[in-house]
C-alpha cells in the first residue's frame, strides 16, 4: 500500500508542449488536440492542482460496424487520486443486472427481471429499508426504477439498495474476475449506515411476483473478507466533520470508495459497446438489459418512465451532461447528440465519462476526465469551483474534442441506429 498524503499529484508541473518540442516526441491525437488549442486550456493544464487526467477512445468501425477502439491518455496514473463519487453506481448498475441473471442460472421455474418488485429490508446492523409489495403503489421499488433513478439525477438512496442487494463481498468478486482488481466500492451512498461494520453487512432484499408472493431472497450478508485500501490518502488542509465542526487537518479518504479513471472508462464502454472490450472485461446481460442501461445513460431526467422528473423541479436536460453543455440549464441539447454518460460531482472531484454520438454527421467517441476544485482546501464545506472552474473546464473539452472528431475521416461510417432509443 502506498501513503499519499494532501493532493496526489503526479501532476504535470510543466508546460507539456514545451516538453514535446524539447523530447522531439510526436504528439498523440489527444496530446495535438491540447497543444493546438493550448491558449484555451493552458490555465486548466498548468495549474497542478486541479489533478486533471483525461481519456479519448477514437472509434473505428469495420465493414461489418464492429468496432476497434484506440485509447489516448493525459496525465492518467492510478495513484492520482481521486474521488470517485457517483459513477461507482455503473459498476454496481452493471453487476445488478448480471446478478439477476446468475440467480435466474440457478433457480427453477422462477424468473425475476429488472422490473420485478423488490424489498430492502431493514437489519439491526442497519435499519434502512425500503418495502416493494405494497399493493397500490403505483411505481413500486425495482432495479430498473433505482437503475433510472441513478442515471437520470445520480440519486443516492437508489445505490445503496442495490449495494445492499449485491453485497460488498460479491462487487469485489466479481469485478476482480473480470480483471477489475483495483477497485474499492466499500461504502453505500446517501445512507446513514457509513460505520465500516455496516458498510461491511447488507440488508436482504425480497423479490415478488404479480401476486405479491416472495419467489426470492437474497438473505443479509457480511463480507468476511478484509479489503485493505489501495492507496492511504489524504486531502486538503481540513474539512468539515458530521456535526459541523472544522477540522484543521487533512481529510482521510483511504477507507473511501477508490475507483481508477481507467477502469471507469472501460465500465462505461462495457455499458454502451461491449464488443469492443475483451471477454473478461464484458458484463453478462442480455439484450433487453443491455437496451435498458444504454436508454438510460443516454436520456434526459424528463424522460424517465417510472420516476417523475421535470425541468422545474431542477432536473434540467443538461443536469447530468458536463461534456458539451457544462451542466448549463441555458443551454439546449443539440437534437443530432446524444451524450451517453456517468458523471460524479463530490468533495471538489468533477468526473464524466461518456459515449458522445452525432447521428447526423456519424460521430462517436469516448471521453473520461476529472478535475479538482478547491481553492480554500476545506472539504465538505460545499465551497468548491464547480460552475467557475470544473464545468468551463469538461464543456471546453468536450467541445473541443468533438470538433476535431466531426473533422476526423474514417474508412466505415458507423451504424448508430442502435442508440437511436428516444422519440
Excluded: W
Amino acid at each position: 500500500m502506498k501513503k499519499i498524503k494532501l493532493l496526489i499529484c503526479i501532476c504535470t508541473t510543466f508546460n507539456f508542449k514545451v516538453l514535446l518540442a524539447q523530447t522531439k516526441k510526436t504528439p498523440t491525437p489527444l496530446e495535438y488536440i491540447l497543444i493546438t488549442h493550448y491558449d484555451k486550456f493552458q490555465k486548466y493544464l498548468e495549474r497542478k492542482e486541479y489533478g486533471i487526467q483525461i481519456i479519448y477512445s477514437q472509434i473505428e468501425r469495420t465493414k461489418n460496424n464492429q468496432p476497434n477502439l484506440t485509447t489516448y491518455k493525459y496525465n492518467v496514473d492510478s495513484r492520482n487520486y481521486f474521488y470517485p463519487a457517483s459513477t461507482v453506481k455503473l459498476p454496481v448498475i452493471l453487476l445488478s443486472f448480471e446478478k439477476v441473471n446468475i440467480i435466474n442460472q440457478k433457480k427453477e421455474n422462477i424468473t425475476i427481471n429488472h422490473f420485478t418488485r423488490m424489498s430492502s429490508l431493514p437489519s439491526a446492523n442497519c435499519p434502512e429499508g425500503i418495502m416493494g409489495n405494497l399493493p397500490d403503489d403505483p411505481s413500486p421499488p425495482c432495479i430498473a426504477k433505482y437503475t433510472e433513478q441513478m442515471l437520470l439525477v445520480s440519486d443516492n438512496p437508489a445505490f445503496a439498495r442495490l449495494y445492499d442487494f449485491l453485497g460488498q463481498k460479491f462487487i469485489h468478486t466479481q469485478l476482480t474476475q473480470k480483471g477489475y482488481d483495483s477497485v474499492r466500492i466499500v461504502r453505500r451512498l446517501g445512507s446513514d449506515c457509513n460505520a465500516p461494520n455496516q458498510n461491511r453487512c447488507t440488508n436482504a432484499t425480497v423479490f415478488y411476483n404479480k401476486n405479491l408472493q416472495i419467489i426470492h431472497k437474497e438473505e443479509e450478508t457480511c463480507n468476511d473478507s478484509t479489503l485493505t485500501p489501495i492507496l492511504e490518502v489524504s486531502l486538503g488542509k481540513g474539512y468539515i466533520d458530521l456535526i459541523g465542526v472544522l477540522q484543521n487537518t487533512p481529510m482521510d479518504f483511504s477507507e473511501n470508495n477508490f475507483l481508477p479513471l481507467s477502469y471507469l472508462h472501460e465500465f462505461t464502454i462495457a455499458a454502451l459497446l461491449p464488443e469492443a472490450l475483451p471477454l473478461q472485461k464484458r458484463f453478462k446481460l442480455t439484450a433487453e438489459q443491455q437496451k435498458f442501461i444504454r436508454k438510460m445513460m443516454g436520456a434526459y431526467p424528463r424522460e424517465g418512465k417510472l420516476t417523475y422528473y421535470r425541468p422545474e423541479q431542477g432536473y434540467f436536460d443538461t443536469y447530468k451532461k458536463y461534456f458539451l453543455y457544462g451542466q448549463n440549464p441555458s443551454i439546449t441539447p443539440k437534437p443530432n447528440i446524444r451524450i451517453f454518460n456517468i458523471v460524479g460531482l463530490a468533495y471538489g472531484f468533477t468526473i464524466d465519462s461518456a459515449y458522445i454520438v452525432d447521428f447526423e454527421n456519424k460521430v462517436e467517441f469516448f471521453l473520461t476526465a476529472v478535475i479538482y476544485t478547491n481553492q480554500n482546501e476545506i472539504l465538505n464545506d460545499n465551497n468548491y469551483e464547480y460552475a467557475t472552474e470544473a464545468m468551463p473546464f469538461m464543456k471546453l473539452l468536450g467541445e473541443t474534442i468533438y470538433k476535431y472528431e466531426l473533422a476526423r475521416k474514417k474508412k466505415y461510417n458507423p451504424d448508430l441506429s442502435d442508440f437511436k432509443l428516444y422519440e
